[in-house]
């Protein structure tokens, strides 16, 4: 079946811009999440959605960033006023439930550039 | 807090030759782990797990084993392909997933 997909797979935008990045999760899972990798580190949390609720957001780096999912599925991944330091790959996953013991599937992520 | 600490690469070897690349953590409780990988060009796929103390996750040949002892999750092969050759992440689960820096793996022909 189909795996988690993100839109645009990539993103080059300027400094001050605002972004969407868009997730689309694998169908039946109630859980997604946002992730952030920079160049050579792993991926760090930024938001867990259970359902249509932010169950944990805690991992935002400030209030520029903001995540919705209306209907508990498509999630959007909403930057203001951009700043360089923004520029990474942006990775959602998807779990069936959110349990610890869950795998999460991951899409292939947005690499974002803030010019 | 819970953390995740892996071997740093990058890693050389050559074809057959035997892997290992080390991850501790440190968490409450017994919690499961997982390892990670990201072929070039390619997303995050899980690569195993083990749910509890002293569980085996194995895949493609790669194997893990849980030893709640010494904090420990080490990833192992015995003879590495050259399409082994990506990046390895270690991770801790509670929600989220707590990741390693990740060790970047090439194998030589």
């Known amino acids: 079946g189909a795996g988690v997909s993100q839109t645009p797979s990539n993103k080059v935008t300027e400094k001050g811009k605002y972004v969407e990045l868009r997730c689309d999760p694998i169908?039946?899972?109630?859980?997604l999440y946002w992730y952030r990798q920079s160049l050579g580190q792993g991926p760090e949390f930024l938001i867990y959605?259970?359902?249509?609720?932010?169950?944990?957001d805690s991992g935002l780096p400030n209030d520029r960033f903001f995540a919705v999912r209306p209907e508990g599925s498509v999630s959007t991944l909403k930057i203001q006023r951009t700043e360089r330091g923004d520029s990474a790959v942006y990775l959602c996953a998807s779990s069936l439930g959110g349990m610890f013991t869950d795998t999460q599937y991951f899409g292939p992520g947005t690499r974002l550039t803030v010019l | 807090g819970n953390s995740v600490t892996q071997m740093e690469g990058p890693v050389t070897l050559s074809e057959e030759a035997f892997l290992t690349i080390n991850c501790t953590y440190t968490?409450?409780?017994?919690?499961?782990l997982f390892w990670y990988v990201q072929y070039p060009g390619e997303g995050l796929q899980l690569l195993l797990k083990a749910t509890k103390a002293d569980d085996k996750g194995s895949n493609k040949g790669f194997e893990a084993t849980y030893r709640k002892e010494t904090t420990s999750f080490h990833l192992e092969k015995g003879s590495v392909q050259v399409s082994d050759s990506a990046v390895y992440f270690c991770a801790l689960p509670g929600g989220k997933l707590i990741f390693g820096q990740g060790t970047e793996l090439s194998v030589k022909p």
């Open positions: 169908s039946g899972h109630t859980a």
């Open positions: 968490a409450t409780g017994y919690p499961s």
């Open positions: 959605f259970q359902g249509t609720g932010a169950a944990d």
